[in-house]
């Protein structure tokens, strides 16, 4: 199969609703859910994206990615810490040394309505200050109008701005609406250097839905098939309950294997994600849920 | 003291998570009773014949229960208890029979969990098929034609319609109490009563049922039902109070029945054997394609007499199609029944192992290239890995004949007039599939394929509204919908 974004690939909406139904129904027990879970914190790009955040609020979400839950020091830590570039020097400090990366979004997020010129100062600000993965947004007005090989060659200079920092981009599927438009945006992403493809940033909704990442995985694999390169999803926003992030690892794993179960290749985007899990993971080990109240709100 | 922190993930924590451990459906409150006695005039009774079977899980080849074998005088007693209750629910007023097949169907619906389980464990075949689909379908058959009951004046305006009487009916393994459900409801709808023989392999739910009519107060010998082999349906086939001969199963035991029935003047409908082709144009969806033909051929291990046995795919996809039907097909789950994550099951029975396992052995000695996606399957039980037979042609025996199994033959075609051909070049015409983005190649394969069920990107659907059957050797008669009243009623 080779790969061209003008190609038309059709996909079924219900078809494919229909088969994330499916997935849906593998029941995830025992010692299978206790290291899926695991799994998933470690995934997690732990999130805050607000006009209001403060260097206080970003060191507190950065002790939490460090240390997820004290009782248990023998979790995995967060992937990451993901801010808005102003916040990155902040991050990058407080994450010195424990492992967690510093993701900055960029690129005029989230509408990416502005020049050129500022989406690569923004980014290189954030590389420059030591983000080493950047969420950028592409040009939805632009790709949904026609213009895709404008879309294109604004995603590889980005890329060439990032320098060594990963690049995700996000498609802000909410707003291509249709599956085909997905598939065909994922593509076009990856072909222009993505290192990962993101469905969404969170203020628009619907944000993260399964028909839409199986869409994205199955790109994802095509893509593999076709040019030998593995590229890294991350479904972002409306992911909250622990049964979700599991679910969305029975996607992963029964479209694209065991390769993509790790975090260098699959991350959840959320920010109240971790207490879900990590009550769940108190309940698989102790047998019993415990009170809200014993997590930590960072 | 530097916090502990910066834990990187343990690869196993990938490995054991996919492996999704045991998920097995509580067996703990199924109660089966040592054995089955026939159900005849509302009573369990022993066999005249003093001759009894095993009923096997075929997942594991343990016993379940002994069911009794119904004798030529058994079926006499079971068709007189038939023909007498006949006359009174003729007469029943028609509301009352519609409230004793709404009784039916909500009891099913409390006893879906138990009848599940009953029929993984009989059957083989995967609990999330039978919880998901095959019961809910009994219990919404039951429903769909309790409403007819009391409204046949408006299915047939100006014409008045009376019930056929004694109905002999004769169910198949594959879908047990799914095929009791298509065959009771619309022939007492339409005040019928009925003499019913379910698949010697799988007679447990139809005798969990019997338990059922009685909770639902059915009016004692409007059910009955006889277990046994082939020479207790010959004695039913043969009995001459039968006014009318339900039958699903193969083309050969089909065409015993009309030779049999013959000047009698019986009524008869047979669902019979199929070969359907799945067509797969290059325009069409192809991911949700893949998952088409896996629940086309696939879906109850292939026991299906309308799966989409024959994949017909264009050739200018079939290399990335292929690919992704392997890949999908590696992540079937083949094992437990009982198992929620199970996709495929147990084949029904040794015997039909065996024959799956001949049909295997012809494919490649007529030169097919065969892929299997599971090298083991487990070793105690009936089980087949799922199979794919390429670089077959049309005068292939595995693409000729039925094989009733987990076995898909795939050709390849160039344009849609030679995938329309090798469609219809078969004796059977069951069903069959069409993918495509392009509504008319829908509308010309709806007019030109020979089939009594086409499916467009979808397959392997049912409802109770829709009528359901085939043509050329694949059958006579509907079932479902409207048309399935057809065979139960005399019109005047």
């Known amino acids: 199969m080779n790969m061209d974004f003008h190609e038309r690939y059709p996909i079924d909406e219900v078809g494919v609703t229909e088969r994330v139904d499916r997935l849906n129904r593998r029941s995830i027990k025992k010692e299978s859910k206790l290291s899926g879970l695991k799994l998933a914190l470690s995934m997690i790009d732990h999130t805050t994206l607000e006009g209001s955040d403060s260097p206080g609020k970003v060191i507190q979400l950065c002790s939490k990615a460090r240390t997820p839950f004290a009782p248990m020091p023998d979790l995995p830590t967060l992937a990451a810490v993901c801010v808005y570039p102003t916040m990155v020097p902040v991050a990058v400090k407080a994450l010195e040394g424990s492992g967690v990366h510093v993701a900055s979004v960029a690129t005029a997020f989230p509408s990416g309505l502005a020049p050129l010129s500022v989406k690569l100062e923004d980014t290189k600000y954030a590389v420059e200050h030591g983000a080493t993965e950047i969420d950028m947004v592409i040009s939805r007005g632009k790709f949904l109008s026609g213009e895709f090989q404008y879309v294109f060659d604004e995603i590889a200079q980005i890329k060439e701005a990032c320098g060594l920092a990963h690049l995700k981009v996000i498609l802000e599927t909410g707003e291509l609406q249709t599956l085909e438009n997905v598939r065909k945006a994922s593509i076009l992403a990856m072909m222009a250097g993505a290192d990962f493809i993101k469905t969404s940033t969170g203020k628009v909704q619907p944000a993260a839905t399964q028909p839409v990442t199986l869409v994205m995985l199955e790109a994802i694999r095509d893509f593999h098939q076709s040019t030998g390169k593995k590229i890294g999803m991350k479904p972002a926003g409306g992911i909250r309950k622990a049964k979700q992030a599991l679910q969305y690892l029975v996607m992963v794993h029964e479209t694209l294997g065991l390769d993509w179960l790790h975090k260098d290749m699959f991350r959840f985007g959320a920010s109240s994600l971790t207490n879900d899990i990590l009550m769940q993971i108190v309940k698989q080990t102790d047998g019993v849920y415990q009170s809200s109240a014993y997590f930590s709100n960072d | ?492």
């Open chain 2, 1 to 492: 003291m530097k916090p502990k922190s910066s834990q990187t993930p343990d690869p196993s924590m990938a490995e054991t998570f996919l492996k999704y451990a045991a998920a097995p459906e509580s067996t703990r409150q199924i109660r089966l009773r040592d054995q089955y006695g026939l159900f005849i005039d509302g009573t369990f009774r022993k066999p005249e014949s003093g001759q009894w079977m095993d009923s096997l899980n075929p997942a594991n080849e343990s016993l379940l229960a002994k069911v009794a074998v119904a004798s030529e005088q058994d079926v006499h007693r079971a068709v007189q208890a038939a023909g007498k209750a006949q006359k009174k629910w003729q007469k029943m007023p028609a509301r009352e029979r519609g409230k004793v097949l709404y009784r039916l169907a909500r009891l099913i619906q409390e006893r879906s969990r138990e009848l599940s389980v009953i029929e993984s464990m009989d059957g083989g075949k995967p609990i999330r098929e039978s919880r998901d689909v095959d019961i809910p379908l009994v219990a919404a058959w039951f429903f769909y034609y309790a409403g007819w009951a009391d409204k046949l004046q408006y299915a047939f305006p100006g014409r008045e319609t009376t019930p056929v009487g004694v109905c002999g009916q004769i169910i198949p393994w594959n879908f047990p109490l799914l095929m009791l459900a298509w065959k009771i409801a619309p022939a007492l709808a339409a005040g019928n009563t009925v003499v019913l023989k379910p698949a010697e392999t799988t007679s447990l739910t139809a005798l969990v049922f019997a338990d059922i009519c009685r909770d639902a107060d059915v009016p004692p010998g409007v059910i009955n039902i006889i277990t046994g082999a082939a020479a207790t349906g010959q004695a039913l086939v043969h009995h001459p109070e039968i006014k009318k001969i339900a039958f699903t199963g193969s083309t050969a035991v089909g065409k015993w029945i009309q030779k049999a029935i013959a000047g009698t003047g019986k009524k008869y409908s047979l669902e019979l054997g199929g070969k359907g082709a799945n067509i797969i144009f290059e325009d069409a969806p192809l991911d949700q394609a893949v998952e088409g033909v896996i629940n086309a051929i696939f879906f109850n291990q292939g026991h299906v007499c309308c799966a989409g046995a024959r994949l017909l795919v264009q050739e200018s996809v079939s290399e990335s199609f292929l690919r992704k039907l392997k890949h999908r097909m590696s992540h079937l789950i083949v094992g437990d029944p009982l198992d929620k994550n199970t996709d495929i099951g147990a084949i029904n029975s040794a015997s039909q192992l065996q024959r799956i396992k001949e049909y295997i052995n012809i494919g490649l000695a007529e030169g097919a290239q065969m892929y299997q996606s599971h090298e083991t399957v487990p070793s105690k039980g009936y089980f087949c890995s799922p199979t794919l037979f390429t670089d077959v042609s049309q005068s292939n025996t595995v693409v000729q004949e039925e094989i009733f199994g987990p076995v898909l033959t795939v050709q390849t075609f160039r344009t849609p007039s030679e995938a329309l051909e090798k469609a219809n070049n078969t004796p059977y015409g069951l069903s069959g599939g069409v993918w495509t983005d392009k509504g008319s190649k829908i509308f010309q394969a709806g007019s030109e394929i020979q089939a009594g069920v086409l499916w467009s990107n979808t397959f392997n659907k049912f409802d109770p509204t829709s009528p359901f059957g085939g043509v050329k050797e694949s059958g006579v008669g509907r079932e479902g919908g409207l048309h399935g009243l057809y065979p139960y009623i005399n019109l005047r």
